[in-house]
């Protein structure tokens, strides 16, 4: 019988509150694996277990597909290793009866191997140094026939095989792979992401939502300037993002007056903040509806001109909630490296532009003053912003 183990990351640190945790991360979990499939199929039927900072999940069937489970598993937040395993009777022999056999898809072309055991269960007669040496060399005995037999390697193996002694059963596992850590979504309240289209919005997202933080996202549209390609593109991200962060409202606000305004009643330079001046207080404006904790962007000091740390004091001050900034400290490499890491890379990069980029100035302020930022802002309509709101869309992904 092949089971998941889900292995407990940071939660398992969390002392009288780690139910709650284990609790939200097991619904996570539960809905991951309900979503249906491409064809509309669903994935099955799971039984859950808890045990030593472990979640253990069952199908109810084998037929169903391990390596999509396998692949939803890795994207929940809160665990921090994924193994799928071979659950065997207590019994040395039987361990060794079954589960050399079990390895052979794994170790087939495989150079090198090692055994790492751990016996939590200590009436077990072998300990683990004793369960390595001997496992391992049941393993190589088994191979020696082939052409190209693996050999040990106590340090840099291909295989690292896993053999755990729990509570009821041993578990056998060829490949243990890295969760995607962090808490898990729900814990660390509600907040609500400027989602542009671009590289970095998406990663910001992906980062807040692994320290717990349940998502929405705000997409500002600038039609005839934006196409309908670009909204199709940001519906693209949310169904990726939806992946890590569950379920996602999704709301469009067509900023097209308030742009107009601000082109046609200040100085060019200032045009982008005022803009992000903008869609801050559209965003406060529907976080007091909503009741978020928080708004979250993408940006990255020094990265663009509205990204100054002079600017963003200026947009700051248009928003009555904390402004979290994930990416802020890192460069495009990185941000890019995660990007690619959460699948948004190749969506965000497509080329279809986001209302940032309609009336671009020449030259941008790179260190304006909020006095003069608020003079300006006296010039143009503050009602155009809430009429903005008031005609929002949603979509839910």
Not at 196 to 204: C, E, K, L, N, W
Request: aromatic share 8%; with cysteine; proline share 6%.
């Amino acid at each position: 019988m092949e089971v998941f183990m889900a292995k407990y990351g940071e939660i398992a640190l969390k002392g009288n509150n780690k139910r709650f945790f284990e609790e939200r991360m097991v619904k996570n979990i539960k809905r991951r694996l309900a979503a249906p499939l491409s064809n509309g199929a669903i994935l099955g039927e799971f039984t859950y277990e808890r045990a030593q900072s472990t979640l253990y999940i069952t199908p109810r069937s084998a037929d169903t597909d391990f390596n999509e489970i396998e692949r939803r598993l890795l994207t929940v937040f809160g665990i921090g290793a994924v193994q799928r395993s071979l659950a065997l009777p207590k019994d040395y022999a039987e361990i060794v009866r079954l589960g050399v056999p079990y390895l052979e898809k794994a170790l087939r072309g495989a150079k090198t191997f090692k055994v790492e055991a751990k016996r939590a269960d200590k009436t077990f007669p072998m300990n683990s140094m004793e369960l390595m040496r001997e496992f391992g060399g049941e393993i190589w005995e088994a191979y020696q026939n082939r052409d190209r037999p693996p050999e040990v390697d106590l340090h840099n193996p291909d295989v690292t095989v896993y053999l755990e002694i729990r509570d009821t059963h041993a578990y056998l596992c060829p490949n243990r792979l890295q969760g995607a850590g962090g808490i898990p979504v729900g814990m660390s309240g509600k907040a609500l992401v400027l989602l542009s289209g671009g590289i970095d919005s998406p990663v910001a997202a992906y980062m807040m939502a692994k320290r717990g933080m349940s998502l929405d996202m705000l997409h500002f549209q600038s039609p005839p300037y934006t196409s309908e390609r670009a909204l199709m593109k940001v519906e693209s991200l949310c169904e990726k993002l939806a992946e890590y962060c569950g379920e996602i409202n999704l709301f469009c606000v067509n900023l097209t007056e308030a742009q107009e305004d601000i082109r046609d009643n200040a100085p060019e330079e200032y045009m982008t903040v005022l803009l992000r001046r903008a869609m801050f207080k559209a965003a406060a404006s529907l976080c007091g509806h909503r009741h978020y904790c928080a708004i979250i962007t993408g940006e990255s000091v020094g990265q663009v001109a509205s990204q100054t740390p002079a600017a963003i004091i200026c947009t700051d001050d248009a928003s009555p909630l904390p402004v979290y900034r994930p990416v802020i400290g890192m460069d495009k490499i990185e941000i890019t490296a995660t990007a690619r890491k959460i699948g948004t890379f190749d969506i965000s990069t497509l080329p279809y532009e986001d209302c940032c980029t309609v009336f671009t100035p020449r030259r941008p302020k790179l260190k304006p003053f909020l006095s003069d930022v608020l003079k300006l802002e006296t010039r143009l309509n503050s009602s155009l912003i809430q009429k903005a709101v008031e005609n929002i869309t949603v979509k839910t992904f």
